[in-house]
């Protein structure tokens, strides 16, 4: 049974440029959340999604948008990237109609220049 | 997380007992998790507190104190493999099941 994948682990992008991240939850899992984490901090809602609409929102502009599809996979869009977009980029899967246990991908690395 | 309080740094030395403190301002929302994460790894279930009292599982424990806003995540026998960041979350107080997390805990345990 395959956990959280995400891809791709590293990317390097500079200024303006825009992004995309990928990630499938696992096997069940209907529901997908993205954490925003910078170095030294926790992770940082972005949104979440649950047949294919975005549930919840945390604070983050318009740049970072998302996607699901039918199969439940996810995609995290930034646009217009700005230094400070450089973190890791966590996806998280749960179960339906769970509060809480989430289940974490690796994370995709990305450095802005 | 800017609701949720917990020291940046600890340290200890193995096979002694540590108590991680997380404080945060109640909102209405149930419960109180923690998670664990290995520099470089992803985050990683520890425990999930709804009511108020001690979980045990292993070597963790948790507390919760619900109108106090208190928690903590005890840790005996401290093991190497231990050191890692310790993460305080709770629910957001939206509908959906996202989670704030605290900055994080670093705990480095030594021989």
């Known amino acids: 049974d395959a956990g959280v994948t995400q891809s791709p682990t590293h990317l390097i992008k500079t200024r303006g440029q825009q992004v995309t991240l990928r990630c499938s939850p696992k096997?069940?899992?209907?529901?997908v959340s993205w954490y925003q984490q910078a170095l030294g901090q926790g992770p940082q809602f972005i949104f979440q999604?649950?047949?294919?609409?975005?549930?919840q929102r945390g604070n983050f502009p318009d740049r970072f948008s998302g996607h699901q599809f039918p199969n439940y996979s996810s995609e995290l869009n930034v646009n217009a990237l700005l230094l400070g977009d450089s973190a890791l980029y966590l996806c998280?899967?749960?179960?339906?109609?769970?509060?809480?246990?989430?289940?974490f991908g690796e994370g995709s690395r990305l450095t802005v220049l | 997380g800017q609701n949720i309080d917990q020291p940046t740094e600890m340290t200890a030395t193995e096979g002694a007992i540590v108590q991680i403190n997380c404080t945060y301002q109640?909102?209405?929302?149930?419960?109180l998790f923690w998670y664990q994460q290995h520099a470089g790894e992803a985050p990683t279930f520890l425990s999930y507190n709804v009511l108020d009292g001690l979980e045990e599982k292993g070597r963790f424990s948790s507390f919760l104190s619900r109108s106090k806003g208190y928690s903590y995540l005890l840790l005996k026998e401290l093991q190497m493999k231990d050191s890692a960041s310790y993460l305080c979350a709770h629910p957001s107080n939206q509908a959906g099941t996202a989670l704030i997390f605290g900055k994080g805990t670093t705990l480095s345990v030594s021989s």
């Open positions: 999604y649950y047949e294919e609409e975005e549930r």
């Open positions: 109640t909102s209405g929302f149930n419960g």
């Open positions: 096997s069940g899992h209907d529901t």
């Open positions: 998280a899967s749960s179960l339906p109609g769970t509060t809480g246990e989430l289940f």
